[in-house]
């Protein structure tokens, strides 16, 4: 199954795992809801993305404050880490985070991503059907060269598609959806197939197959994207399917209606 929709005990009270580091993807992903400060030395890479709420992370004695309310409308908050590390998190109030790890021994200093733009894909190209916004915190541009994770979001906007035209990379992937509504949900392709997701959904894509995705009409959909570095074969820029790579093109349009704006 490429589709993950159960949950399994974790770490810590109130963390539930998605993935372990056992998956095909090699990529552990959890969701953890902290009732109370904690503490912990790392085993593995692990970066933190805060979902909503407000929590301080202190890595061998470097203080992070992480504050967010909104998925759709505010940065990324992230810290990452190597193993090794000495973490310990004080909660401010009722807190959500992604935890996300990979088996990677390197020691590197430790970041924290806080302010990461919108980067607006797709405007203007094919009457603005794939528009939407792409934040990267951390990648091999910006990151530890000794990292092997890769972490991102996107603002799928309402009735429209992202990750496209279709594309591709060798590197695994895990994709986790969230929705402006409860009732929200969207369609993933994963080659040839095509997956209906819902808010806590997960997309597994190994084998560098196409994986588009679009959101039904009326309906935002929220999606963090973690890729893992493979050994000679880091991420970069993916590639786009050839037949579909057209409309990327400067003022690529297709048909459209006459007397229609």
């Known amino acids: 199954m490429s589709l993950l929709t159960s949950h399994r ?29 904690a503490q912990q030395t790392l085993e593995h890479e692990t970066a933190w993305l805060l979902m909503n709420g407000a929590v301080t992370l202190t890595v061998d004695g470097q203080k992070t404050r992480l504050e967010r309310g909104s998925l759709f409308d505010e940065s990324m908050q992230v810290v990452h880490a190597s193993a090794g590390a000495k973490v310990e998190l004080s909660l401010e109030r009722d807190s959500e985070l992604m935890v996300l790890a990979v088996k990677n021994p390197a020691r590197f200093e430790t ?14 190209k094919v009457h603005d059907g794939a528009y939407r916004f792409v934040r990267t915190a951390f990648d091999g541009t910006n990151a530890p060269k ?109 048909w459209w209606p006459k007397g229609v704006s």
Not at 11 to 35: H, N
Not at 209 to 233: E, F, K, N, S, T
Not at 237 to 249: D, G, I, K, L, S
């Open 111 to 124: 970041r924290a991503y806080l302010k990461v733009k919108d980067e607006h894909r797709g405007q203007g």
């Open 9 to 37: 005990a974790g770490f810590a009270p109130g963390f539930t795992a998605v993935t372990t580091l056992d998956d095909p993807s090699g990529i552990a992903l959890g969701i953890w809801k902290p009732a109370a400060a």
């Open 146 to 254: 000794e990292a092997q994770l890769v972490l991102g979001e996107v603002i799928n906007l309402p009735g429209r598609w992202s990750s496209y035209p279709p594309h591709h990379h060798p590197q695994p992937e895990l994709y986790h959806y969230r929705f402006d509504r409860p009732e929200g949900y969207g369609h993933a392709e994963l080659g040839e197939q095509v997956h209906k997701v819902k808010s806590h959904d997960t997309l597994r894509i190994m084998n560098g197959v196409d994986h588009p995705h679009c959101a039904a009409p009326g309906y935002a959909m929220y999606y963090a994207w973690v890729i893992r570095h493979l050994p000679g074969a880091r991420y970069g820029v993916p590639e786009f399917t050839q037949e579909h790579a057209w409309t990327m093109a400067d003022g690529a349009q297709g």
